[in-house]
Nanobody, 125 residues
Framework: QVQLVESGGGLVQAGGSLRLSCTAS????????MGWFRQAPGKEREFVAA?????????YYADSVKGRFTISRDNAKNTVYLQMNSLKPEDTAVYYC?????????????????WGQGTQVTVSS
């Protein structure tokens, strides 16, 4: 059973930065794509960013965060990161990391089989 634990959320002013981390259990972390999703109150969960598995390092972003957020991974630490810069109030949400079923960095939640518990990010105006 794979467990994912997120950390790094918090309260930040608009224009500020946060870095989220997600550490996975298990020995095959590098073999799978990892993704970040978010869910704001009253809204559906939406894709934020993903990174490929297998060492390719291919990244994929939602248009709403492109140029502001950066996803990366450290396979030696079984950890994926989401660096968030120039944060906006509309970025406020619970952020979830997820492990993909393959190396391909997809944008659909159905492509991910394991999810963390989420970490709250609140951006004040």
């Amino acid at each position: 059973q794979v467990q994912l634990v997120e950390s790094g959320g918090g309260l930040v002013q608009a224009g500020g930065s946060l870095r989220l981390s997600c550490t996975a259990s298990g020995r095959t972390f590098s073999s799978y794509a990892m993704g970040w999703f978010r869910q704001a109150p009253g809204k559906e969960r939406e894709f934020v960013a993903a990174i490929s598995g297998g060492g390719g390092g291919i990244t994929y972003y939602a248009d709403s965060v492109k140029g502001r957020f950066t996803i990366s991974r450290d396979n030696a630490k079984n950890t994926v990161y989401l660096q968030m810069n120039s944060l906006k109030p509309e970025d406020t949400a619970v952020y979830y990391c997820a492990r993909g079923a393959t190396v391909v960095p997809g944008s659909q939640a159905t492509e991910y089989g394991y999810w963390g518990q989420g970490t709250q990010v609140t951006v004040s105006s």
